[in-house]
């Protein structure tokens, strides 16, 4: 497994990492804390050294048995987690230093660790990007040595661009096949302030793999099934905002462009193309489609005749609904 800096954080992290939103659950089956160890193995032995977690993920469990596993197993993982969404409303006049500074204290309880690798805002409603306040406590929790770094995850290109006026790290974005509008100012601005790239939804929470069809069906608990109008959350967080019946047919011009079924691992490969990107997060419900996914690691780079296609798939079906709205 190749390493890349992350940023200022000047940290070298396994190119492919680890999301951790469905850590031991389908989204929405019970939690599996069997399977979420196995996940964690299997990323130990194909040589992850990154993970990205959140303390809302399945309400701390995702943290909790993150920090079981580095503590039976010290020095293998770096650890992105974040903060915000617990929340309630998940309004920006509730984001205060100390709320920040009790989610930094409750992280590093379920993690079991003195210091956080890096914390990031949790997709915050956008004035808090301008927010001063927020920021100068980040800062402190630096200076305190409760974080070793920190940074945001964003939603929108101009949230990101807000948040790097301050002096962030890290900064974690969706960015994929299907969502391109990060190349046009994101990925060359990020690179200027040396500010280390997080590629989250790598799949398209899926749909990338090439494995779904008009029929598969997708749990009532699952976000793929409840929140494709954003009901609960951001829309772009669900197949990336893409309509789904629209992203099947661009999905089957990937498949004839690449000639394979098998799109997960070209999908990674595709993002690893570019340079600016720290590292691509691919989340796992199981311990077969991490090894499947790692495997984007061993292709060879992608030609510049395919980067251009899918540059055309992308104007083709997507551009004009998807480029607009984040
Ligand atoms: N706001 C934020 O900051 C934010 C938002 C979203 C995600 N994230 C982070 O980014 C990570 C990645 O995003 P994501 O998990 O939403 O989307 P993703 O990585 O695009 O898709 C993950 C899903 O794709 C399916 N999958 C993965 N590998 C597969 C394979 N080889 N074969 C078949 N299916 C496969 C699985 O679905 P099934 O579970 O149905 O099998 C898996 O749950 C998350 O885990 C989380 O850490 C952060």
Redo the contacts with the bound molecule.
Sequence with gaps: MKERILGKTGRAVSEIGL????LGT??GDPFNKEEAWKILEAAEEAGITFI???DV?NGGRSEETIGEYIAAHPGKFYVAT?CGRRLKPHSAELYTPEAIAGFVEDSLTRLRLERLDLL?L??PPSSVFARDDIFAELDRQKRLGKIADYGV?IEKVSEGLQAMEYDISAL?VVF?MFRLKPLDELLPRAAEKNVGLIA???????L??G?YTADTVFGPK?HRSYNREGASFDKG?TFSGVPYELGLEAVEALKQLFGTEQL?PIAIRWVLMHPQISVV??????AA?LR??VRAAQLPPLSEEQMQAVGRIYDQYLRQSIHPQW
């Design positions: 999301g951790t939103w469905q389908r989204w990205d977690t959140a993920y974040k990031l949790h997709c995850s974690e994929n989250r939804v790598p799949l398209a929470s899926g990338l793999t494995r699952d967080e997960a997060i691919p989340g796992a419900s199981r489609q499947d996914n």
